[in-house]
T-cell receptor, first 114, second 113 residues
């Protein structure tokens, strides 16, 4: 089975801190994604990557950056955390090619910024 | 831009009741349509998909038919179980939009024994 692992299940940070959220997948997927999930808003795409060192902005990239130095790892960075970034963060991955649309998700990181 | 609208929850049903969760979409191209399910404490997992008009996706007793004329992809199940309690997300992926999948707001389902 495909496994997408997010480094932390719960995280509490203070306003202004730099925050790193890590995601690792074990199926050699080319595409990786970061979403945030908020009640009533569903999932919104922050950034995605279709290759090592490549990244594309999603719908809500402001206040975030990403890093993909290795194919299996995709990191989300909050340069200076703010309270409006309190949310559930979900990492996902998918193949490139047929069935590329099927996303595999990690269990999520619930981030609280105080 | 592309969007997905699904019925607000929560939806509360008794075991063995019939389930319908409505989903409509707006897309400029010819999207693939999906239902994902999120069980408590877990990430999303794909429940079913349909890639073209009139296709029916099905899995675990759930079904949804891609209706291009009404731009809909309603999720149905004939007899729900307590274990079906979860949040259900309708989503689309449009090839003209690259690798992006757009999700609806989610509908929480509670099934009572």
């Amino acid at each position: 089975d495909v496994k997408v692992t997010q480094s932390s299940r719960y995280l509490v940070k203070r306003t202004g801190e730099k925050v790193f959220l890590e995601c690792v997948q074990d199926m050699d997927h080319e595409n990786m994604f970061w979403y945030r999930q908020d009640p009533g808003l569903g999932l919104r795409l922050i950034y995605f990557s279709y290759d090592v060192k490549m990244k594309e902005k999603g719908d809500i990239p402001e206040g975030y950056s990403v890093s993909r130095e290795k194919k299996e790892r995709f990191s989300l960075i909050l340069e200076s955390a703010s309270t409006n970034q309190t949310s559930m963060y979900l990492c996902a991955s998918s193949f490139l090619g047929t069935d590329a649309e099927k996303l595999f998700f990690g269990s999520g990181t619930q981030l609280s910024v105080l | 831009g592309d969007s997905v609208t699904q019925m607000e929850g929560p939806v509360t049903l008794s075991e063995e009741a019939f389930l319908t969760i409505n989903c409509t979409y707006t897309a400029t191209g010819y999207p693939s349509l999906f239902w994902y399910v999120q069980y408590p404490g877990e990430g999303l997992q794909l429940l079913l998909k349909a890639t073209k008009a009139d296709d029916k996706g099905s899995n675990k007793g759930f079904e949804a038919t891609y209706r291009k004329e009404t731009t809909s992809f309603h999720l149905e199940k004939g007899s729900v179980q307590v274990s079906d309690s979860a949040v259900y997300f309708c989503a689309l992926s449009d090839s003209t939009g690259g690798f992006k999948t757009i999700f609806g707001a989610g509908t929480r389902l509670f099934v009572k024994a």
